[in-house]
């Protein structure tokens, strides 16, 4: 019965990352046509309107902002980017609690392979973006593999 609740689990996080894909793609196609940003507008705070409309020059895109807490890393874009890669990763390490007895194993196996598969698609990203798809790369593979670090996103 607790390989279906694992099941369920994993399924949830899915639909979680289709909220973040989902507010991911509102700001890119509406700009400020959207709730949150007519909410920031209404509130006339500058600081929230500045991360929705920031980008990459002003952010640091290899981490999430957490405006509650007030983190401020990457842009609204970038942070619902994080949501959503980090969701899928999370759905991955649900599934992988299964092969576990005891929820000490399976509560480090959770956290162990969130973590993996949030960095290790951070270091796709970065080979795929910075020297696959980039006509003049400033590294090489060879050059990305010496800084590989699965443990920190580099987006």
Known sequence: MSKYYLIATAL???ILAG???GAQDARKDYGHDTPMYQGYVVDKDTVMMKWYDGGNHEYNPSFPSVPFLNVWYADYWHTMKHGWIFCYAL????????YFT???QRLLVFVLIAWLGWGFEGESFNASYGIFHRLNPTENIIQMFGDFNPFANSH
């Open 12 to 14: 949830f996080f899915v």
């Open 19 to 21: 909220q973040f894909d």
């Open 91 to 98: 759905a991955i390490a649900t599934l992988s609690c299964g």
């Open 102 to 104: 005891g929820w000490k």
